[in-house]
């Protein structure tokens, strides 16, 4: 019986330290009300991909393989986007968008992306008018679900993510 409380003390540790600050200090975010947002997937492995190779591997796998990429460029980035700020958002009075001349920007470099929802990366906090960084968060999120699309759960996770990092700013600010 001793061992239920630990074992969920262990849990929630685990949790909240999906998302740690790796560098500098979000201090200065204090105050602040809205922040740009974007998303770097550049370095991004999908599945363990290369996002060419995942696009390959995706185009061979879709029964309708002609509109996928449309779709991909047209609905799935910017959805995982939207996806991140929405979870985000729900969790500290600091909003993450699309937002012009605000003092800070929020970058979420992608490491990893899986069809299962699973993500991690960085979010990276510069300064927008000098491009200095002020703060690099380690971040990660998963699908809570086990049903739908493998898009579907690539929202979700990212979601997830966007959540667990809008509440280590309600912690920390």
Known sequence: MKTI???????FSITLSAQQLVSGSVNKLRGQRQMSF???YSKARIDGMTESMFRVQR?????????WEDRWEGKTLPKLRSSFCNGEN????????????????????????????TNWGKVIIRESATGNEIAV????????SKNGSWEYKMFDGMRDSGKKLGQYFRRKL
């Open 5 to 11: 409380p630990f074992l969920l003390l262990f849990a």
């Open 38 to 40: 974007t998303i770097d």
């Open 59 to 67: 185009t061979l796998e879709e029964e309708h393989a002609d509109g």
């Open 90 to 117: 729900e969790c500290t009075y600091l909003k993450m968008g699309n937002y012009k001349n605000t003092k800070y920007t929020a970058t979420y470099v992608v490491e990893e992306l899986r069809t299962n929802g």
């Open 137 to 144: 968060i380690s971040v990660k999120g998963s699908c809570s």
